[in-house]
């Protein structure tokens, strides 16, 4: 049996004020030990070439901030394998009903939910037998992941019978600095940042995601929903410039 590893990490915050972020979203890396061994690799590399110094976790909002250098960071992860990605995130502005981004412990749980279904499906199918996973979400300032996430997940996930929980091997929550594929994980959440949330005049910016897309879960086939999900339409992600497929039967325009 495959042993898999996922760590996963936000972009934006789960606010709802004036002052939060538009968009809201995880990026889970799945690694086997192949993949594990390559983004340790990496991740040292490039925390060598940018002179990130010990103790300090390698940051997208950090240390990679210019076009160029995320170019770069794209190019060095589109090079690894086994590994694969799932992305979950919503345009609070697509959210037009309900209190769903107004209270920021419902709002963390139901993304987080979202992604931890996507990990175990994507363990359960990774090769031609299920995979035992050990996963590890980013932890969150202010947030009792054990008293308010866990249960959470016990109630709206391990009670459905179609979610194979039984894979899990010992799901925690961590810090960023505790784990390489965690700060690869930061780096493949600020993908999906510069491809939804506008800069200040209003652009997005898909070319670093487009690099990684043949690692997105189910690319080979169709990426939405099984890798890449936006909520609460999985056609709102197709309407974007940046998104590769015309004939996407997601895409209301095809």
Known sequence: MTNLYAYVDETGDPGGSAESSPVFGMAALLVDDVGAAQVQAAVQRLRREFSIPEGT???????????????????????????????????????????????????????????????LWAANHWDSEPAKVWTRFGQVMGFDHQATTKPYFERALFTDRRVPAQIEQGLKWVAAHTYAESQAADLYAGFIKAATWPDEYGNVEGQYLRTVWHQIRNSEVCAVPLGLMSVPDSTLVTANEWFPCGSCRYNRAS
């Open 57 to 119: 976790p390698l940051s997208w909002k950090r240390h990679v901030r210019t076009h160029e250098k995320r170019k770069y960071v794209a190019q060095q992860l589109a090079a690894l394998i086994g590994v694969k990605v799932i992305y979950v995130y919503c345009r609070k502005s697509d959210v037009t009903r309900g209190t769903f981004v107004r209270d920021r412990g419902t709002f963390y749980n139901y993304i987080a939910g979202k992604t931890y279904k996507g990990i």
